[in-house]
């Protein structure tokens, strides 16, 4: 059994007439164990086999060595399949419960991939959630891996192909080059519970799918709820998942009860994620005390970590001006996020008064928060001149690779110090 | 409330919170409740409120957590929260009931502003007799809430296994009350004192007000030292304070200071007599009052009183919640409710006995 913990940090003090409630619960799991232990697991690989996959030829060469690293990385027992998708998908593998035997016979067909075609990433993923369907399992995990936009098909396809793929499965998209389409990648893999992530040369493709499917299968906790309480007469502002990634959950939200919301987190290994809940609440007299939120985490129906979230109206000022210092980076790193990429975009758009703007203000959230990795990669795409201030110039040459690893890269946290 | 000799107040400071006046060693200010930093013993816990030596055990269990509510109707959820509205629920110390016989209630209620909740009170019905106590722990002194506690219960039970009157005759009735009510603060006395954990240096030792009253057939007997009282509410007649306050302000008010000078000094409220290790002594106060039912016996903390002091003002108070219900134990909610929202500056508490049948309200005007 899965151990939890949960944290919150917040400042529970508030003003007379303060109404707004922030807070970061931390939930940490340890001891998740495997996939498949309360139930079967199940695999699908999704490798681009359009024609870009094969200029350079090494990509697809890559893209069938990296597929085949995932595949040993497969626990026996756990359901697995393997499709290549072009202007349709193809069953390279079927759904098989992986063995010794098993996981040779599909390296064999994950050999013999070969690039041709389109590109049509919603026919990839109903293909996938047929396959998911087919076989009885509690957890259910793909990892896509494409180099190029969805231009096989109508975008309504690939947005009905996502809906349908929610709560069927979870899914980590890779992009290989610097032809893929960030937003597209990443709103796939935010819908779908999984990451996103850029591979700059196809070399590093074997390194990243078995990382990709020791994580998975280091899951054992199949899949956790969150679920939120909050008083009669609040209003939820937001909850977003802060870190590991930010996530926007608040739409995500499925009424259980009249005060109740759930969100779906999917499946959790030894890990820890952070998430930034903000609650508004009509005043209450001075001294008083309330729950603003309970935030708990749901395994198999039972509750197994639980946050309490409070409130207390004081006219001590030095309590109520305090600002928690975890509030305080996720709301930084939240607002670096979104500078990255409202930058990214006006740069993209021509518009390099604000993309110098937004830039300039995510190197300087990047330095006061402390996250030297999103300054590392800001460096690349402007010249910092002085980071506390904001000043940044647009770099004249550019590399595409560097544009999209830091907008990729820009919904990654780091945590507080 | 705050203690004092009535010529010899110790010095005044101020209140870092409310900028009122406060005594030098107070642990909490008595005008908005905030901690004055003077000690760190905190909020006793409701165990600690036990005696821990020499006094009683509690006579009357408190209610389960579960089986409260909260204000809003919520129920209570395990964390002690309101499954509703979120306000956090009282603690059993800070917000406790009990209602032994239909006619007899009573509600004790922390109020908004206070950290603790240092009042107490105990009822009880044995035949026909009523019982009704209430104490008023003082708010600046360590344990006053165990204190507080300790000597209600403890005058309750004296009250309510004494022996009755070999009489029935209103004069040996009220002798014979007299003499148990001296027995009974003596024992609340000594359970005030016996309560507490050491005192520290520069503490007060724990303090509290004292009012018992007793109903033996039409006669009323009442005791007290301090300033909760005990209000003669009946239906038709002359509403009566039936205590007299010992208190700075009613000792100036005796001699001759005009009553708006005296209670506009921040010394009104300390009062000259209580219960404690530091107690001025003496024999309570006693008096008695040949009732005339049908009305209501109310025995209460000045949680309530502050905010509605004359007896003609209490009764048309209680009246208009009986409106509402005429239970004794809604009704005593209900004036702790309208007290809390009043302001609930201090600690309420109200012991409600209904005499001569149930009252006729909602249809009686008031």
């Avoid at chain 1, 109520?320 to 979104?338: F, K, P």
């Avoid at chain 2, 107040?9 to 909490?28: E, M, N």
Wanted: a negative charge.
């Amino acid at each position: 059994m899965a151990d939890w913990k949960t944290e919150v940090f917040e400042n529970e003090y508030l003003a007379a007439d303060a109404t707004d409630v922030h807070a970061i619960v931390s939930i940490e799991c340890s001891g998740a164990g495997t996939a498949g232990q309360s139930g079967a697991a199940a695999e699908v690989i999704i490798v681009d086999t359009s024609g870009s996959m094969s200029s350079p030829r090494a990509k697809i060469m890559a893209a069938r060595v990296a597929a085949a690293a995932a595949i040993d990385e497969i626990v026996d027992g756990t359901w697995f399949a393997v499709i290549s998708g072009d202007g349709g998908a193809s069953l390279v593998f079927p759904m098989t419960q992986a063995n010794e035997a098993a996981r040779g016979k599909a390296k064999a067909a994950v050999a013999q991939l070969d690039a041709s075609g389109g590109t049509a990433i919603g026919s990839w993923l109903n293909a996938a959630s047929e396959l998911f369907s087919s076989v009885d399992a509690t957890q259910r995990h793909a990892i896509l891996l494409t180099d190029g936009k969805n231009e096989g098909e109508d975008a309504s396809v690939l947005d009905s192909a996502v809906e349908a793929a929610q709560g069927v499965f979870q899914c980590d998209c890779r992009g290989v080059g610097a032809d893929w389409d960030v937003n597209e990648l990443r709103e796939i893999s935010s819908a779908l519970l999984g990451t996103v992530d850029i591979i700059p040369e196809p070399d590093r493709m074997a390194d990243d799918f078995r990382e990709m499917m020791r994580t998975s299968m280091a899951r054992g906790v199949a899949d956790a709820t969150l679920r939120m309480w909050v008083p009669q007469g609040a209003e939820v502002l937001f909850l977003r998942q802060v870190a590991p990634t930010i996530e926007e959950l608040t739409d995500r939200a499925v009424e259980a009860g009249a005060l109740v919301r759930e969100f779906p987190t999917g499946s959790w290994g030894d890990e820890s994620r952070d998430y930034h809940v903000a609650v508004r609440v009509p005043p209450k007299p001075l001294g008083s005390e309330q729950l603003v939120s309970r935030v708990q985490l749901v395994v198999g129906g039972e509750v197994v970590g639980q946050a309490l979230v409070k409130a207390v109206w004081s006219d001590d000022t030095t309590l109520t001006t305090r600002i928690d210092s975890a509030v305080a980076h996720y709301t930084g790193q939240t607002e670096l996020a979104v500078a990255i990429q409202e930058g990214l975009a006006a740069k993209a758009a021509g518009d390099e008064d604000t993309a110098t703007q937004k830039l300039g203000r995510a190197a300087q959230l990047a330095a006061a928060t402390g996250d030297d990795a999103a300054t590392n990669r800001l460096k690349k795409v402007v010249d910092i001149a002085d980071a506390e201030t904001g000043t940044v110039r647009l770099k004249a040459k550019v590399a595409k690779l560097d544009e999209m690893a830091l907008d990729t890269a820009s919904t990654k946290t780091t945590r507080v110090r | 409330m705050s203690e004092g000799d009535p010529d010899t107040v110790p010095p005044l400071t101020a209140c870092s919170t409310c900028g009122q006046p406060v005594v030098a060693t107070d642990q909490f200010c008595e005008a908005c409740g905030a901690s004055l930093g003077a000690s760190t013993s905190g909020a006793a816990s409701w165990a600690a409120s036990e005696p821990a030596t020499g006094a009683p055990a509690a006579t009357t269990p408190l209610p389960a957590p579960s089986l409260r509510r909260c204000r809003c109707g919520g129920a209570i959820d395990a964390d002690g929260f309101c499954a509703t509205c979120g306000l956090r629920a009282p603690s059993e110390r800070d917000h406790f009931s009990e209602q032994p016989t239909p006619d007899l209630a009573m509600v004790c209620d922390k109020g908004v502003v206070h950290a603790r909740n240092e009042d107490a009170a105990a009822v009880a019905a044995p035949g026909e007799r009523r019982v009704l106590v209430v104490c008023d722990g003082v708010t600046t002194a360590v344990d006053s809430d165990v204190a507080s506690l300790a000597a209600a219960r403890v005058a309750c039970d004296v009250l309510a296994s004494a022996r009755a009157a070999d009489s029935n005759a209103p004069a040996a009735v009220v002798e014979h009350w007299t003499r148990v009510l001296i027995e009974a603060t003596e024992a609340a006395q000594q359970a005030a004192t016996s309560s507490a954990h050491p005192v520290g240096p520069g503490e007060n030792p724990p303090s509290t007000t004292f009012v018992a009253a007793v109903i033996d057939g039409p006669v009323l007997v009442a005791a007290w030292e301090g300033d909760s009282r005990c209000y003669w509410l009946p239906d038709d007649g002359t509403a009566l304070q039936v205590s007299t306050d010992d208190s700075w302000a009613s000792t100036q008010i005796a001699r001759g200071i005009p009553r708006d000078v005296a209670e506009a000094d921040p010394r009104a409220h300390s009062i000259t007599r209580w219960l404690g290790v530091d107690s001025p002594g003496g024999p309570p106060s006693t008096t008695s009052v040949v009732l005339d039912p049908p009305g209501w016996l109310l025995v209460c903390s000045d949680g309530l009183w502050n905010y509605c002091s004359s007896a003609d003002d209490v009764r048309a108070l209680v009246g208009d919640r009986v409106a509402a219900a005429a239970d004794p134990l809604a009704v005593a909610s209900s004036l702790c409710d309208w007290a809390n929202d009043m302001g609930g500056h201090d600690n309420i508490t109200v012991a409600l006995a209904r005499l001569g049948g149930p009252d006729p309200t909602p249809t009686r005007s008031t």
